[in-house]
């Protein structure tokens, strides 16, 4: 489980297939990952991974072809840099809210609107993501918990203070540039309580 409050910008160094899927490495030193175990959960642009081969500089993680066909992890290449956060442990500030790190698919960036220091950004996601998303709701864009602005049909827009622009990689976004998107984990929820063919 994780917060959706990113703790540091990890650098890939390598992305390698195998079988069908791939193996990531990432540097992050910031994140003392030698204080880390072998199978700790690391979210990475948003999607929940298995730490391996974990020392001072970074870690390893396997993808498989679900998480290359759901995300945008396979897009990755040598230098990109992606948003982590180690998993939530009990006694931690939920500074955003709780994400789980299970992409259900990508947004695409619309539209890229300066308003002054902030910027908004209009996001486009599939059809049958769009109902998750509400008005002051929450969602989940690789792996950065914000607040929705406003909602019409299939697309929303959240604001971005300069502080999540230079934390973050959404201040690297270009119009057209898709995005991991957690929908909000209550809305999933909710949505099956009330459905009527349960």
Request: glycine share 10%; charged share 25%.
């Given at each position: 489980?994780?917060?959706?409050?990113?703790?540091?910008?990890?650098?890939?160094?390598?992305?390698?297939?195998?079988?069908?899927?791939?193996?990531?490495?990432?540097?992050?030193?910031?994140?003392?990952?030698?204080?880390?175990?072998?199978?700790?959960?690391?979210?990475?642009?948003?999607?929940?991974?298995?730490?391996?081969?974990?020392?001072?500089?970074?870690?390893?993680?396997?993808?498989?072809?679900?998480?290359?066909?759901?995300?945008?992890?396979?897009?990755?290449?040598?230098?990109?840099?992606?948003?982590?956060?180690?998993?939530?442990?009990v006694g931690d500030r939920l500074g955003g809210h709780l994400v789980?790190?299970?992409?259900?698919?990508?947004?695409?960036?619309?539209?890229?609107?300066?308003?002054?220091?902030?910027?908004?950004?209009?996001?486009?996601?599939?059809?049958?993501?769009?109902?998750?998303?509400?008005?002051?709701?929450?969602?989940?864009?690789?792996?950065?918990?914000?607040?929705?602005?406003?909602?019409?049909?299939?697309?929303?827009?959240?604001?971005?203070?300069?502080?999540?622009?230079?934390?973050?990689?959404?201040?690297?976004?270009?119009?057209?540039?898709?995005?991991?998107?957690?929908?909000?984990?209550?809305?999933?929820?909710?949505?099956?309580?009330?459905?009527?063919?349960?």
């Amino acid at each position: 489980m994780f917060t959706g409050i990113v703790q540091s910008l990890g650098t890939v160094v390598s992305l390698t297939p195998q079988n069908d899927g791939a193996r990531l490495r990432i540097e992050c030193p910031d994140l003392k990952p030698a204080e880390w175990q072998t199978g700790d959960s690391i979210s990475v642009a948003g999607c929940c991974l298995t730490a391996l081969e974990i020392d001072d500089r970074g870690f390893s993680a396997d993808l498989s072809g679900e998480t290359l066909a759901r995300t945008s992890l396979g897009r990755l290449k040598v230098g990109s840099r992606v948003n982590l956060e180690p998993a939530l442990a009990v006694g931690d500030r939920l500074g955003g809210h709780l994400v789980t790190g299970h992409v259900d698919g990508l947004a695409r960036l619309v539209t890229l609107t300066s308003l002054g220091d902030n910027w908004r950004l209009r996001f486009r996601v599939p059809d049958e993501l769009a109902r998750y998303v509400a008005s002051k709701g929450s969602v989940t864009l690789d792996g950065v918990s914000l607040t929705v602005n406003d909602v019409d049909a299939s697309e929303f827009e959240v604001n971005i203070i300069p502080h999540t622009l230079q934390v973050t990689t959404l201040g690297e976004l270009a119009e057209g540039d898709t995005v991991n998107y957690e929908v909000d984990l209550l809305a999933r929820y909710m949505e099956r309580l009330l459905d009527k063919r349960v």
